[in-house]
């Protein structure tokens, strides 16, 4: 691919769903580009090319690809080395782990803006059952399934992060009561393609972003 064709990544600094398909860019060796937008400030050209009105896009030519799930398929099959099994029902299944992991960062999502102590419990044992079941199906070799990088580890791995930034600067870690998750987690987080997929001033505007909203999280 030259540079001219070069894949762009219409993206969101702080969301989980760009992240996903950064980690598959990197992880992937492919040459792209990333275009930050403002979230609150939607330009009419975003708009007007993305049809939920959502990041991330990924343009490629005269495409405009959207879900990160689809996204990350796409750049799986036309480079390098398959990161889903070959078999369709192993693939369902790490399909459906994927879409599993979206539900884990909306819960994560509504942790942070949880106000009132109530709504923050509730929302915090939905993520803990969640937790439990992820706990059951992973293995315990540092990835989802077996020794190898796929799919189901890019999509979960933004979860993690921000669960380990929540645990280094505010205390608080659903996951520190699951130890395969925990080992999977600091395996993935070790790894060059999941540390370089955000910014260099994410972790500040994270754990920023929580104190503003001063919900009953920051108050831990
Ligand atoms: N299912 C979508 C979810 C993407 C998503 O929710 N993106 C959020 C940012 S993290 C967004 O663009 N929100 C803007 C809006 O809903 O107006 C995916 O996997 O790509």
Redesign the pocket.
């Known amino acids: 691919m030259t540079s001219l064709e070069q894949p762009i990544l219409i993206s969101?600094k702080l969301?989980?769903?760009?992240q996903r398909a950064v980690i598959t860019l990197l992880h992937k060796k492919i040459d792209h580009t990333i275009e930050y937008i403002d979230?609150q400030k939607k330009p009419d050209w975003f708009l007007e090319i993305s049809p939920l009105?959502?990041?991330?896009l990924l343009r490629v030519q005269d495409h405009v690809l959207?879900?990160?799930?689809v996204i990350n398929e796409y750049l799986d099959e036309t480079h390098g080395e398959p990161m889903l099994a070959k078999d369709p029902l192993a693939k369902a299944e790490q399909r459906a782990w994927i879409e599993f992991s979206?539900s884990l960062f909306n819960a994560q999502h509504q942790l942070t803006q949880a106000r009132r102590e109530e709504t923050y419990f509730k929302i915090e044992e939905d993520l803990t059952k969640k937790l439990a079941q992820l706990e059951r199906k992973i293995g315990s070799d540092g990835f989802f399934e077996g020794k190898k990088f796929t799919l189901v580890d890019s999509s979960f791995a933004p979860f993690l992060m921000r669960s380990q930034l929540v645990a280094d600067n505010i205390g608080v870690d659903p996951v520190s009561d699951y130890k395969k998750i925990m080992k999977w987690r600091d395996n993935l987080l070790s790894l060059s393609e999941v540390q370089k997929s955000v910014s260099k001033d994410f972790e500040d505007l994270y754990i920023e972003g929580i104190f503003e909203r001063g919900g009953y999280l920051a108050d831990q």
């Open positions: 969101f969301c989980p769903f760009v979230l009105g959502k990041v991330p959207f879900e990160s799930a979206s």
